[in-house]
C-alpha cells in the first residue's frame, strides 16, 4: 500500500509492449494497496523509461476482454508530465475497465484507447476517477454507449469523469442511429471538460439513439466544460425516467453542429425531463452555448414535466443561443405546478 510501480514504456519516443492472458495480472490482494494508500501503476518518468506501454491481451479470460475486472485502492496513470498519453491497449481487449459492487477508490488517467467498443461499466462503484482518455468507439451493432456508470457516492465530487475525448460512431441514412458517449447515474458525479463529436459509419446498424450524457436519475450531479458537436439525438440529456434529479448543474457547456450532414438529424441541445412522478429539485441550467440546431424537430433548450410532477427552485439563466430553437418549457406551454421555476437571460 502506498507504493508506485514504474512501467517502462521504452526510451521517449518509443513503444514497449507487454503481452498477458486475460486482464492486468496484478491486480489482486495486497497489490491493491488499501483505502487512502492506493498502489499507483505509472509510467516511467526519465526519458530511458517514458515511451508508451502497450498492454496486449492475448486472451479474454475471466475478464472477459477488460484491462482491470474488478479493482479497488489503485492508480493507474500513463501520465509523463508532457500533455501525451503513454499507456495504450492492444490485442483482444473489448474496453478499459468494469467496476461492481464493493470496488472504490480507482483512478485511470492517461490511456489512448484507439478503436474499441467500449470505455467499460461501473455498477456500482464510488471514488472513481477516469480522465484523459481517447477512445474512438468501433462499429458494433449492439453498440449503446461508451461507458456506463452507476455512482455510488453522497455528494458532490465524490466520482469524476474528465477531459476524456470520445468519438462516437453514425450513419447518416439512419436518423437518430449510434451509441450515447456516458450514461451515467447515481449519486456524487462529475463530468467536466470531455471532447465528443462523431465520425460517419456506413455501415453501422444499431438502432440506439445518440446523445453525448444521458442520465435517467441523479442527485448531486454537476456538468460543466463541455464541447459536444454532432450528436444525433441530444448533446446533454437528464432524462428522469427511473428517478427524479436533485442538485443538478448544467453550465459552461458548448453544443453543436457543425457538419451539414448531422443538420437534419440533430435534434436537440440540453434537455431536462422528467417521465416519472416526483418533484425535481435544485436544477440549474446556465451559461451554455448552443450553435445551429434549427428547428425543425430541434430542442435547443427544453425543460419538460410531461405531466408528471414538478420543479422547484429551477433556474435555467444566461443560455446563448445562436441559429437555433427557442427555449421551451413542457413544449411552449408551462403548466402551473412549475411556477417556480425561473428564466432569466436567455438569449438568440
Given at each position: 500500500?502506498?507504493?508506485?510501480?514504474y512501467i517502462?514504456?521504452?526510451?521517449?519516443?518509443?513503444?514497449?509492449?507487454?503481452?498477458?492472458?486475460?486482464?492486468?495480472?496484478?491486480?489482486?490482494?495486497?497489490?491493491?494497496?488499501?483505502?487512502?494508500?492506493?498502489v499507483?501503476?505509472?509510467?516511467?518518468?526519465d526519458?530511458?523509461?517514458?515511451?508508451?506501454?502497450?498492454?496486449?491481451?492475448?486472451?479474454?479470460?475471466?475478464?472477459?476482454g477488460?484491462f482491470?475486472?474488478?479493482?479497488?485502492?489503485?492508480?493507474?496513470?500513463?501520465?509523463?508530465?508532457?500533455?501525451?498519453?503513454?499507456?495504450?491497449?492492444?490485442g483482444?481487449?473489448?474496453?478499459?475497465?468494469?467496476?461492481?459492487?464493493?470496488?472504490?477508490?480507482?483512478?485511470?488517467?492517461?490511456?489512448?484507447?484507439?478503436t474499441?467498443?467500449?470505455?467499460g461499466?461501473?455498477?456500482?462503484?464510488?471514488?472513481?476517477?477516469i480522465?484523459?482518455?481517447?477512445?474512438?468507439?468501433?462499429?458494433?451493432?449492439?453498440?449503446?454507449?461508451?461507458?456506463?456508470?452507476?455512482?455510488?457516492?453522497?455528494?458532490?465530487?465524490?466520482?469524476?469523469?474528465h477531459?476524456?475525448?470520445?468519438q462516437?460512431?453514425y450513419?447518416?441514412?439512419?436518423s437518430?442511429?449510434?451509441?450515447?458517449?456516458?450514461?451515467?447515474?447515481?449519486?456524487?458525479?462529475s463530468?467536466?471538460?470531455?471532447?465528443?463529436?462523431?465520425?460517419?459509419?456506413?455501415t453501422?446498424?444499431?438502432?440506439?439513439?445518440?446523445?453525448?450524457y444521458q442520465?435517467?436519475?441523479g442527485?448531486?450531479?454537476?456538468i460543466?466544460n463541455?464541447?459536444?458537436t454532432?450528436?444525433?439525438n441530444?448533446?446533454?440529456?437528464?432524462e428522469?425516467?427511473?428517478?427524479?434529479?436533485?442538485?443538478?448543474?448544467?453550465?459552461?457547456?458548448?453544443?453543436?453542429?457543425?457538419?451539414?450532414?448531422?443538420g437534419?438529424?440533430?435534434?436537440g441541445?440540453?434537455?431536462?425531463?422528467?417521465?416519472?412522478?416526483?418533484?425535481?429539485?435544485?436544477?440549474?441550467?446556465?451559461?451554455?452555448?448552443?450553435?445551429?440546431?434549427?428547428?425543425?424537430?430541434?430542442?435547443?433548450?427544453?425543460?419538460?414535466?410531461?405531466?408528471?410532477?414538478s420543479?422547484?427552485n429551477?433556474?435555467?439563466?444566461?443560455?446563448?443561443?445562436?441559429?437555433s430553437?427557442?427555449?421551451?418549457?413542457?413544449?411552449?406551454?408551462?403548466?402551473?405546478?412549475?411556477?417556480?421555476?425561473?428564466?432569466?437571460?436567455?438569449?438568440?
Amino acid at each position: 500500500a502506498g507504493d508506485t510501480v514504474y512501467i517502462s514504456g521504452g526510451p521517449h519516443g518509443s513503444t514497449q509492449t507487454y503481452s498477458f492472458a486475460d486482464s492486468f495480472s496484478n491486480i489482486s490482494g495486497y497489490t491493491e494497496g488499501t483505502t487512502g494508500s492506493p498502489v499507483t501503476y505509472k509510467i516511467g518518468q526519465d526519458a530511458a523509461h517514458n515511451g508508451t506501454a502497450i498492454f496486449n491481451q492475448t486472451s479474454k479470460g475471466s475478464g472477459y476482454g477488460y484491462f482491470i475486472y474488478g479493482a479497488s485502492n489503485v492508480i493507474f496513470s500513463g501520465d509523463a508530465a508532457d500533455g501525451s498519453k503513454h499507456f495504450a491497449l492492444g490485442g483482444t481487449f473489448e474496453g478499459l475497465v468494469v467496476l461492481q459492487g464493493t470496488d472504490a477508490n480507482v483512478r485511470l488517467s492517461y490511456f489512448e484507447l484507439g478503436t474499441l467498443p467500449y470505455i467499460g461499466t461501473i455498477n456500482p462503484a464510488n471514488h472513481v476517477e477516469i480522465d484523459n482518455l481517447n477512445i474512438k468507439v468501433g462499429k458494433y451493432a449492439a453498440a449503446d454507449h461508451a461507458l456506463y456508470a452507476n455512482f455510488a457516492g453522497s455528494t458532490l465530487d465524490d466520482n469524476k469523469i474528465h477531459h476524456c475525448t470520445v468519438q462516437l460512431p453514425y450513419n447518416p441514412t439512419n436518423s437518430n442511429f449510434g451509441p450515447d458517449g456516458f450514461q451515467l447515474v447515481g449519486t456524487g458525479f462529475s463530468f467536466y471538460n470531455n471532447t465528443l463529436t462523431t465520425y460517419v459509419d456506413n455501415t453501422l446498424t444499431t438502432t440506439q439513439h445518440m446523445d453525448g450524457y444521458q442520465g435517467t436519475s441523479g442527485t448531486y450531479v454537476k456538468i460543466y466544460n463541455n464541447v459536444i458537436t454532432n450528436m444525433t439525438n441530444y448533446g446533454l440529456y437528464a432524462e428522469g425516467i427511473f428517478g427524479v434529479f436533485n442538485h443538478l448543474r448544467i453550465y459552461n457547456n458548448v453544443i453543436s453542429v457543425t457538419d451539414p450532414i448531422f443538420g437534419t438529424h440533430s435534434s436537440g441541445g440540453i434537455v431536462v425531463e422528467q417521465k416519472i412522478a416526483g418533484t425535481m429539485n435544485d436544477i440549474v441550467v446556465a451559461n451554455n452555448t448552443i450553435v445551429d440546431l434549427q428547428p425543425p424537430g430541434s430542442r435547443a433548450l427544453t425543460i419538460l414535466s410531461d405531466g408528471f410532477g414538478s420543479f422547484t427552485n429551477t433556474v435555467i439563466a444566461n443560455n446563448l443561443l445562436v441559429d437555433s430553437s427557442p427555449v421551451e418549457q413542457d413544449g411552449g406551454a408551462p403548466v402551473a405546478t412549475n411556477t417556480a421555476l425561473k428564466w432569466a437571460y436567455n438569449g438568440r
